[in-house]
């Protein structure tokens, strides 16, 4: 499944999307509504602006007395004491808003944080049991921002946009009921002006979804980049490859300064006619509010109250077109997380799968053929079987398949067809954990993680005792090294375990593989890497470890080769011998013999 392929097709079914967003939102849905509540009066006070402009226009600027009635009883507010209570109510209105105001931040960002954090849990959850195809097709850049920039795009985003629609749809009917009250016939003709002002809106949304589609991608590409300086930095300043990283860069934000252009040339338009449009709504409310006021249909008040909520009502609306634009982003982003949702693992249990307790009897191989790429078989129907405690060193062609054939055993991909059973029972009908719990690896390229040495043994077995800690280092030959380490055990590793050699590492790794103790072990060496001391050191651990156990050897060096039980030679996919050194060695013009001649017989001298 490659994640840069996905077009987010399911972008304009809002009410599908919002049916998957809301198991998220529900939980929430109190402190949601508190929101609302709070959001609603924060909006309705714009008008209070607005309002209060008419009796001080009509009663403090035209020096009347305001008389009213409450009941039977006649009031009467003289325009002096008007005068003086219309600034302290400003003060104190001001003060109550951003008492409101202060609140539908706080509870909005923190409803909106929430959610976010049980999408990208759930996301996470999704990506760390997806299969190493997934990984190998998809690009780190393009994962970090589908699982880390998108989710917070959609779900921060829905629960902002909501309380931004809030406050201003509520400010924009608080203005509109002002604007009614001052007189009905104006209004009228400001709501419709405004009406005709937000089309060009619904016009764009389409270019928005292709344009942060094409955003993805390219933000992807640039964190790759940046992932690939990071970890190349040897490479690229031994081959001076900064021309090429830079190049590549460069490009990209172009490409991207490229997107966002063409969006802006092709959306930008907007803004200014719906400027235009209110512009005319204003032009004909004012021409028509002066034939009101001078045929005397209108006090001069009602008419200042109505123009302050007219020019004021732009910003809410304003606001609500864009967040038109922002909710079309929202959704194209949540397209794509559910999107991710929705990816299942290849490799998975089967709905009855059993438990794999323990090797008994044998591993038995039977013609699997398996290719990363369709049509292009990368092993070639392959038979072998390795009986219980059996050693079996595999050796070929570099590129031969060796690697692949291992990664079979522990399911990272599944056969193409064929077989592969364990004490009669197909690897697939097994749990996956149980498959996995019962082999112990070490790969041609080892990983560590940042942390301790002592996490990454104890990765291997978690619930390992300081004693068998301690019977892992020292059988991986680790003690003399961790000795020497300023916090020993507790030293931490860099990134990745750079800061440890090549073979501290893979020391390491097999410390991490003793201490998880399985019946089953997978080794794919890479000493060629080590010189020869160290090559020494990791060769005793490696005895060590494989004591006692069914070991799958990916050989370089003959010793091993030589002291395992059986040797297979798999060449471009295919099993060409298989036997012991002796045997082997007598096949005239064989296979093994013409690799001992050229790469072992040196080693033996
Ligand atoms: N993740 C992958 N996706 C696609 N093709 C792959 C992948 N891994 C390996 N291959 C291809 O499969 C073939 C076998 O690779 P494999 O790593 O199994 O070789 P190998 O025998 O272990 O070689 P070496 O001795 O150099 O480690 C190679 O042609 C390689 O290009
Ligand atoms: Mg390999």
Not at 233 to 255: G, H, S, T
Request: charged letters at 20%; hydrophobic letters at 45%; aromatic letters at 10%.
């Amino acid at each position: 499944m490659k994640l840069n392929m996905t077009t987010a097709q399911n972008s304009f079914k809002y009410g599908w999307l919002l049916s998957r967003i809301w198991p998220y939102i529900k939980p929430y849905m109190f402190r949601i509504i508190c929101g609302f509540l709070v959001a609603i009066p924060l909006g309705l006070l714009d008008g209070v602006t607005a309002f209060a402009l008419k009796p001080f226009m009509d009663y403090v600027v035209g020096k009347q007395d305001w008389v009213f009635h409450i009941f039977t009883h006649e009031f009467t507010l003289t325009w002096q004491v008007f005068a003086y209570i219309i600034p302290f109510g400003v003060v104190a209105f001001a003060a109550f808003q951003g008492i409101l105001r202060y609140l539908n931040d706080y509870i909005s960002a923190w409803t909106s944080q929430r959610i976010t954090n049980d999408v990208k849990f759930d996301l996470f959850h999704k990506l760390i049991y997806m299969d190493p195809r997934f990984f190998d097709e998809n690009p780190s850049g393009i994962i970090i921002s589908r699982y880390m920039t998108d989710p917070q795009t959609a779900s921060a985003g829905i629960v902002d946009q909501l309380k931004t629609i809030t406050t201003s749809l509520f400010g924009a009917l608080g203005l509109i009921g002002v604007m009614l009250y001052s007189s009905w016939k104006l209004a009228f003709i400001g709501v419709l002006v405004l009406c005709i002002a937000f089309i060009p809106v619904a016009i764009i949304r389409k270019r928005i979804k292709s344009a942060s589609n094409k955003n993805m991608v390219i933000g992807g590409n640039i964190t790759t980049n940046i992932n690939e300086t990071y970890s190349g930095n040897k490479v690229m300043a031994a081959y001076e490859l900064q021309k090429r990283q830079e190049e590549y860069f460069k490009n990209q934000i172009w490409d991207s300064f490229k997107v966002n252009m063409s969006l802006t040339k092709r959306s930008a338009w907007m803004s200014p006619l719906m400027y235009l449009i209110a512009s005319c709504g204003i032009a004909i409310v004012l021409a028509y509010g002066t034939h009101l006021i001078t045929s005397g249909d209108m006090t001069a008040g009602s008419f200042a109250s109505f123009v302050t909520s007219l020019l004021l009502l732009y910003k809410p609306v304003k606001t609500l077109g864009g967040t038109l634009t922002n909710i079309q982003n929202i959704f194209v982003a949540m397209g794509r997380v559910f999107e991710l949702f929705d990816l299942e693992p290849e490799i998975k249990n089967r709905p009855d799968a059993v438990e794999l307790l323990s090797l008994n009897d044998k591993i038995e191989i039977q013609n699997i053929c398996f290719g990363y790429l369709p049509n292009q078989p990368v092993l070639k129907n392959l038979s072998l079987t390795v009986n219980k405690n059996e050693t079996l060193a595999i050796v070929g062609n570099s590129g031969g398949g060796k690697s692949t054939f291992v990664n079979l055993l522990p399911r990272f991909y599944d056969i193409q067809s064929g077989s592969i059973k364990i004490d009669g029972i197909d690897i697939r009908e097994y749990t996956l954990t149980s498959l996995r719990h019962n082999i112990a690896m070490v790969f041609q390229d080892n990983f560590l993680f940042s942390g301790t040495i002592r996490e990454n043994i104890l990765m291997g077995n978690p619930d390992a005792t300081e004693e068998e800690l301690n019977c892992a280092i020292e059988s991986a030959h680790l003690q003399e090294m961790i000795a020497d380490l300023p916090q020993g055990l507790d030293t931490l590793l860099g990134e990745r375990g750079m800061t440890l050699s090549g073979g501290q590492r893979q020391r390491v790794a097999i410390a991490r593989a003793m201490i998880k103790n399985t019946p089953i072990v997978i080794l794919d060496e890479a000493t060629s890497a080590l010189d020869n001391k160290s090559e020494a050191i990791v060769q005793k651990a490696l005895d060590n470890l494989i004591q006692n156990k069914t070991v799958f050897v990916i050989a370089h060096r003959l010793s091993t080769i030589k002291n395992a039980d059986r040797i297979a030679v798999i060449n471009e996919g295919e099993l060409v011998e298989l036997g012991n050194h002796e045997q082997l060695m007598q096949i005239e013009n064989g296979q093994y013999r013409a690799l001992y001649d050229m790469q072992f017989k040196k080693q033996e001298v």
